[in-house]
């Protein structure tokens, strides 16, 4: 099992900035992918950033774009999400999301809890 905990979030105006981290522990083999989704109200979760582990590649939505910075810290197995430029529209529950690859070369994936963001004023 592999298990995720997130950290950050809170209440924050329009215009600012957050930052949340997960960290991943447990019995891991292999990340393929770290990153992170979020669920407003009434709405379905959507991807928002990922970071590929064994290239690198970075991944965000388009909603997020020059908003949103994923890093990594490859010797924890964490992965950050910097947040600027903060909208009410971002207010969210966010979910650290790790795709685990396994010695048979499965992918299983794995969730965090969730953090809330609140952007109001």
């Known amino acids: 099992q592999v298990q995720l905990v997130e950290s950050g979030g809170g209440l924050v105006q329009p215009g600012g900035s957050l930052r949340l981290s997960c960290a991943a522990s447990g019995s891991i083999f292999s990340i393929y992918t770290m990153g992170w989704h979020r669920q407003a109200p009434g709405k379905e979760r959507e991807f928002v950033a990922l970071i590929r582990w064994n290239d690198d590649d970075i991944y965000y939505a388009d909603s997020v774009k020059g908003r949103f910075t994923i890093s990594r810290d490859s010797t924890d197995n964490a992965v950050s999400l910097h947040m600027d430029s903060l909208k009410p529209d971002d207010t969210a529950v966010y979910y650290c999301?790790?795709?685990?690859?396994?010695?048979?070369?499965?992918?299983?994936?794995?969730w965090g809890q969730g953090t809330q963001v609140t952007v109001s004023s």
């Open positions: 999301k790790l795709e685990h690859r396994t010695a048979r070369s499965t992918v299983d994936d794995y």
